[in-house]
């Protein structure tokens, strides 16, 4: 079960009043970080290729915060133009960006390692990563002028180390941090010696639990699984770090390989 402590709306914290961007936030996990992002009194934008997915989470974290500015737009992220005009979109109607949250998942695997459907590896480069490149390439200097800035990825614990019949997804998850760790190079390179503007990190789950999952399965322990709201939790808290602090690493919510 979640371990969170509930906090009340609009506490004060570093993410009262600041604007961050959610992609792929119509799944379980996009819905419970909507939630505690509304929660921590932050503007939320939420980005999801399904509208219906979307509109769920959006809807929910508005009722469940009354007062809170949390909006959805349907977006393709695997177009650059598209992401985009998407982060022009949250300038023109909020005049900032102080996160990007990516959430856009996915997952294919096989038996065997000789098994692999390089199908697979095709649809996974696109979810897992050409959505990266997009997002990093569309917020970088938005978040980079925001001054506490983050660029968050959630990735797996299989991308440090590989199964043979998950060659394709954690060949993609790896892939997907080195960029964002090519990007939190960017973010230091462009502080120069000045305090840095944005930080981008990676939180590592070996694998995401809600309570959908546990009625569907009663009895079942889910070892190592990290909860959808303790994630959003830790995700939060990462606006409450120094900066410097965050930016370029992992934040393991599960046992390291």
Same mark, same amino acid.
């Given at each position: 079960m979640s371990t969170t402590t509930p906090r009340g709306p609009g506490d004060g914290g570093p993410l009262d009043g600041a604007v961050v961007a959610v992609a792929g936030a119509g799944g379980a996990a996009g819905h419970a970080v909507l939630l505690r992002l509304a929660q921590a !009194? #932050? *503007? @939320? @934008?939420? &980005? +999801?290729? +399904?509208?219906? /997915? %979307?509109? #769920? !989470? @959006? +809807? #929910?974290?508005?009722?469940a915060h009354g007062g809170a500015t949390v909006v959805g737009d349907t977006v393709d992220l695997l177009h650059l133009a598209a992401t985009r005009?998407? *982060? &022009?979109?949250? %300038?023109?109607?909020? !005049? /900032? @960006? +102080? !996160? %990007?949250?990516h959430l856009v998942g996915g997952w294919r695997g096989s038996a065997t390692f000789a098994e692999t459907d390089l199908a697979d590896w095709d649809l996974l480069h696109d979810l897992l990563l050409r959505t990266v490149q997009h997002t990093s390439l569309a917020f970088e200097a938005p978040l980079a002028r925001a001054g506490n800035g983050r660029y968050v990825l959630v990735s797996a614990a299989g991308a440090a180390r590989p199964t043979a019949g998950n060659a394709a997804y954690a060949a993609a998850k790896a892939a997907a941090e080195a960029w964002t760790l090519a990007l939190a190079d960017g973010f230091r390179k462009t502080a120069d010696a000045g305090p840095l503007g944005a930080a981008a990190t990676i939180v590592v789950v070996k694998a995401l639990v809600n309570d959908a999952m546990r009625a569907e399965r009663p009895g079942h322990r889910f070892a190592g699984f990290t909860d959808v709201r303790d994630l959003a939790e830790s995700i939060c808290q990462l606006w409450s770090k120094p900066t410097e602090e965050v930016n370029g690493t992992r934040l393991w919510l599960t046992r390291q390989p």
């Open positions: !009194g #932050a *503007t @939320v @934008v939420a &980005a +999801d290729a +399904d509208p219906q /997915r %979307l509109a #769920a !989470g @959006v +809807d #929910a974290a508005r009722y005009e998407w *982060t &022009a979109k949250i %300038l023109k109607d909020f !005049g /900032r @960006v +102080d !996160g %990007l949250v």
